[in-house]
Nanobody, 121 residues
Framework: QVQLVESGGGLVQPGGSLRLSCAAS????????MGWYRQAPGKQRELVAG???????NYAESVKGRFTISRDNAKNTMYLQMESLKPEDTAVYYC???????????????WGQGTLVTVSS
């Protein structure tokens, strides 16, 4: 079994910063890629940022220049450094990972339970 656990969410003022973490544990041989998604109330879940095992990254246009995604492969942990936060960044942020399992080398997709980020004055 694989579990992803997010942390670091909370209440922050506009212009403030937060750092989200996602730790993967369980039956993991390797992680192909990880990403952060977010979902605001009444809206569809959207990709915020993604990162591959070799470090290639991509970002949603709305967060470019403000958010930075990174990962520590040895720790199976991913981070999202968020700067200059705006009210429209308010959402539940979910960790996602594409994982290679030890048995048979099969791949599976895992999701965390989410961490709430609220940007408000």
């Amino acid at each position: 079994q694989v579990q992803l656990v997010e942390s670091g969410g909370g209440l922050v003022q506009p212009g403030g910063s937060l750092r989200l973490s996602c730790a993967a544990s369980g039956s993991i041989f390797s992680i192909y890629a990880m990403g952060w998604y977010r979902q605001a109330p009444g809206k569809q879940r959207e990709l915020v940022a993604g990162i591959t095992r070799i470090g290639s990254t991509n970002y949603a246009e709305s967060v470019k220049g403000r958010f930075t995604i990174s990962r520590d492969n040895a720790k199976n942990t991913m981070y999202l450094q968020m700067e200059s936060l705006k009210p429209e960044d308010t959402a539940v942020y979910y960790c996602n990972a594409l994982i290679q399992a030890p048995v048979g080398g099969s791949s599976l997709e895992a999701w965390g339970q989410g961490t709430l980020v609220t940007v408000s004055s």
